[in-house]
């Protein structure tokens, strides 16, 4: 398969899925109830198409989709946000179009607990719905407990805005550009990676790029710090490794630095201490070269600081309890021919789910229409589809004009009883960032984005 058809295959959606597309037409559901928690890339994705597949097969289901925001802002993308090339407004989707073409029911709610038992989830508005299938798609949450954070004159929460993850887009987003906008040319920027794994694993080098391009533009003699808490870069190796060092020369990249705490005064934010949990030494990420003097306290202006993450917390409360059905008291245990949990009737996908593939948008896309393919079989008495494929395509930006690529399959694989990489594997753009790449990106996402929420 060359890259053009495979591409092509991803914006529609159809990679290793065309043949899970249900054919049920003889079967009837009987006014099936699906609550969908998280409209996000995930869940808005598997509630459209519950609600899609259905009518086609002329089932008959009433399909709610619940998020505690009106509208949903992309994270994919937002790190031009923080260069300044784009806005969050154009990265913001709102629900009418899936209601009024798919007739889903949106309800604008938080999540507030969840009674799987009786089977009905309760609303912060009060309300309470009940369900036959509930879909959880919550994405994730910031986990703060390994990291001190300590600012003079502020409260925690205060101290934690000031060093911004600006990994939900979102306020922080814009906080975090704003930083950068208010820095003074030479002063340092230190972004932080967190143990793997965590949502968008090209993202955190990708953002380190755009930001050292931009400084490089607008703030001379400004570097960019990575202080990564895994043993090397996490996706994309050779090209991150490359644009490091060659097309970037104002990143310093430091391995195995876990960061144990923040600290700084509110009176002269510009120099805030981060302290890790055991020196480091700077790596070359191409040769792997490391220096011979350790360090364990950077100083810089702007901290981005990302920290550990785990699945959204509608997820643990309403697994807790049940054996093994949270792995690593972060991520849910699914079953991922249907994506369903321990807790029976209750299916998780997205970024809060215990999988190789990786947290990502498009996969989180793709495991929305397994589930609902999943769901609506097993709603009609038969069994899932034995071998789903998924497949992610990341586009990464290095400059504000190049981008690089990379592209996994992942199959079902019966023995193993989990998603494993398939052939042709993972791949990254071997031809390195180009201009051709940079305008694709804006293609495959449009793509994507309307594959979600239209
Ligand atoms: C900077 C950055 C760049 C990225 N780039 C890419 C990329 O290029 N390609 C890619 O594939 N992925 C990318 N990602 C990753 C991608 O954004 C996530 O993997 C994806 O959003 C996960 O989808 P999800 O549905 O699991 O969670 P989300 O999209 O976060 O959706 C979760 C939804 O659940 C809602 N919610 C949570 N709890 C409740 C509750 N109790 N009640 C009601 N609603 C609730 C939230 O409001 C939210 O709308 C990037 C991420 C970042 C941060």
């Not at 986990?143 to 887009?169: M, N």
């Not at 930001?211 to 996490?234: C, E, F, M, P, T």
Request: a neutral charge; hydrophobic letters at 40%; charged letters at 15%.
């Amino acid at each position: 398969m060359d890259r053009r058809t495979f591409f092509g295959m991803l914006a529609a959606g159809t990679a290793g899925l065309s043949a899970t597309a249900p054919e049920l037409g003889a079967q009837t559901v009987s006014a099936k109830k699906f609550v969908v928690v998280g409209g996000g890339m995930a869940g808005a994705t598997c509630a459209k198409y519950l609600a899609m597949w259905a009518k086609r097969s002329g089932m008959t289901v009433d399909v709610t989709l619940v998020d505690e925001n009106a509208r949903y802002v992309s994270c994919i993308m937002s790190n031009k946000v923080v260069t300044g090339e784009r806005t969050l407004a154009s990265l913001t989707y709102g629900y009418d179009t899936l209601s009024s073409k798919f007739g889903l029911r949106f309800v604008n709610a938080g999540v507030t607990s969840v009674d799987a038992v009786n089977k009905t989830v309760a609303l912060s508005t009060s309300e309470t719905l009940s369900y036959d299938r509930l879909i959880l798609a919550p994405g994730i949450q910031f986990d703060y407990s390994t990291v001190s954070i300590t600012a003079t004159g502020l409260t925690d929460e205060q101290a934690r805005d000031a060093v911004p993850h600006a990994w939900k887009a979102g306020p922080q987003t814009d906080t975090l550009r704003n930083q950068l906008v208010a820095l003074t040319a030479g002063e340092h920027v230190i972004v932080t990676v967190p143990k793997s794994p965590y949502r968008c694993p090209p993202g955190p080098y990708e953002r380190v790029c755009v930001i050292a391009d931009w400084l490089k533009k607008n703030k001379a003699g400004s570097r960019v710090i990575v202080l990564d808490a895994n043993a090397g870069i996490q996706a994309e190796k050779v090209n991150f490794g490359n644009a490091f060092t060659t097309v970037h020369a104002n990143i310093d990249y430091f391995p195995n630095a876990a960061v144990a705490s923040v600290s700084f005064d509110a009176a002269s934010p510009s120099v805030k201490t981060v302290t890790l949990v055991a020196p480091a030494a700077q790596v070359n990420p191409v040769t792997n070269v490391a220096s011979v003097t350790t360090q364990s306290s950077f100083t810089a202006a702007v901290v981005n600081l990302l920290p550990q993450m785990k699945g959204g917390q509608i997820m643990l409360d309403t697994l807790a309890g049940v054996e093994g059905a949270i792995v690593g008291g972060r991520w849910a245990k699914v079953n991922e021919l249907s994506y369903e949990t321990l807790v029976p009737g209750v299916h998780v996908i997205g970024d809060s789910i215990a999988s190789k593939q990786p947290k990502a948008g498009h996969i989180g896309n793709q495991q929305g229409k397994v589930c609902a393919d999943a769901i609506l079989r097993l709603e009609s008495g038969l069994q899932p589809y034995p071998a789903p494929v998924t497949n992610s395509a990341c586009y990464t930006p290095i400059t504000s004009s190049t981008a690089t690529w990379l592209t996994a399959i992942f199959a079902y694989n019966a023995v193993a009883g989990e998603m494993q990489v398939a052939p042709p594997g993972v791949i990254e753009a071997p031809e390195g960032p180009t201009s051709q790449a940079y305008s694709e990106m804006g293609e495959w996402f449009g793509e994507l984005m309307a594959d979600t929420f239209a």
